[in-house]
């Protein structure tokens, strides 16, 4: 829908993305996870789990950068952080319902606070590593796991507005990829693929690694393997554009991992659907 839509009209996406950001997915986690018990035993692997994935991730893509004599600062934060949110959220819901989706909204918040943190560090000439704490997403979990923990009852007309809000969030996710998705150009197309290939093949084989060495099991383990397995965000070219790190060639390796995971997704679905 995205995609189509800007091919009739050109809009600015900044306000859409603000209120996914700050609006809506905060009060999709809280809705999402108010609503069922969670674990926190899970959700506390799967927050080792991405950060496990992240640091070895990180130790090839600086090898393979410096190999080919590379800027880490271009190349490496796309192979780090992963489409956990407009484009894993969705499949979270429709692959494995409403537990997988609420596993999947724990994997994309742990993967946006590494991404505000050690992102940041990577991007920034100087350490930002507190930027997380400016959005709302890692209060929204925390409020949201509490209730969920607590089994608080939010008042009807408080939790029916809360929901409402929420539940524009998917489709707000997805309109803005598309729309994202028809701006983006492929430049240096090997080694778009290269580093596009790494950030999704890296994810899946360390997810099932780790998902075995820290004994996550069912949908949690299902969930994290495919919420690891997504192409680049494209959250990493926003922030390349503010730190003004050559986002043509960051919007390049998006686009050719969103390419590859066309591929990918359908035979991952397949492989986990027999896990």
């Known amino acids: 829908m995205g995609f189509a839509f800007?091919?009739?009209?050109?809009?600015?996406?900044?306000s859409v993305n603000e209120l996914v950001i700050y609006v809506t997915t905060?009060?999709?986690?809280?809705?999402?996870?108010?609503?069922?018990p969670?674990?926190?035993?899970?959700?506390?692997?799967?927050?080792?789990?991405?950060a496990s994935i992240l640091v070895v991730s990180m130790a090839v893509g600086l090898i393979v950068t410096r190999l080919l004599k590379l800027s880490y600062e271009i190349y490496l934060p796309p192979v780090?952080?992963?489409?956990?949110?407009?484009?894993?959220l969705p499949l979270c819901l429709f692959a494995f319902g409403q537990t997988g989706f609420n596993l999947?909204?724990?994997?994309?918040?742990a993967m946006?606070?590494?991404?505000?943190?050690?992102?940041?560090?990577i991007l920034s000439s100087y350490k930002k590593p507190l930027e997380v704490f400016r959005l709302p997403l890692i209060y929204s979990t925390i409020i949201g796991l509490a209730i969920s923990a607590f089994e608080y009852e939010i008042p009807v007309p408080i939790g029916r507005s809360i929901e409402l809000l929420g539940d524009i969030s998917i489709p707000a996710m997805m309109f803005a990829l598309g729309y994202k998705l028809?701006?983006?150009k492929l430049t240096r197309v090997w080694l778009s693929f290269l580093f596009g290939g790494l950030r999704i093949f890296l994810g899946f084989f360390l997810g099932i690694f780790f998902v075995r060495l820290f004994r996550l099991e069912g949908i949690s383990a299902m969930v994290m393997i495919l919420q690891s397995s997504m192409p680049p965000a494209?959250?990493?070219?926003?922030?390349?554009?503010?730190?003004?790190?050559?986002s043509e060639t960051v919007a390049s390796i998006i686009m050719a991992g969103t390419i590859i995971s066309l591929l990918t997704i359908p035979l991952i679905l397949t492989y986990l659907l027999d896990f």
Do not use: Q, W
Not at 104 to 109: Q, R
Not at 234 to 246: I, S
């Open 182 to 184: 028809s701006e983006l």
């Open 80 to 88: 780090l952080f992963g489409n956990t949110g407009n484009m894993g």
């Open 104 to 109: 999947g909204i724990i994997c994309m918040v």
């Open 112 to 121: 946006t606070i590494l991404h505000y943190t050690v992102g940041i560090v």
């Open 234 to 246: 494209v959250f990493n070219f926003v922030l390349a554009e503010k730190y003004k790190k050559d």
């Open 38 to 50: 969670i674990d926190l035993t899970v959700a506390g692997k799967i927050f080792l789990v991405m």
């Open 26 to 36: 905060p009060c999709l986690i809280v809705s999402s996870l108010s609503r069922f």
């Open 6 to 14: 800007s091919k009739y009209k050109k809009i600015d996406l900044k």
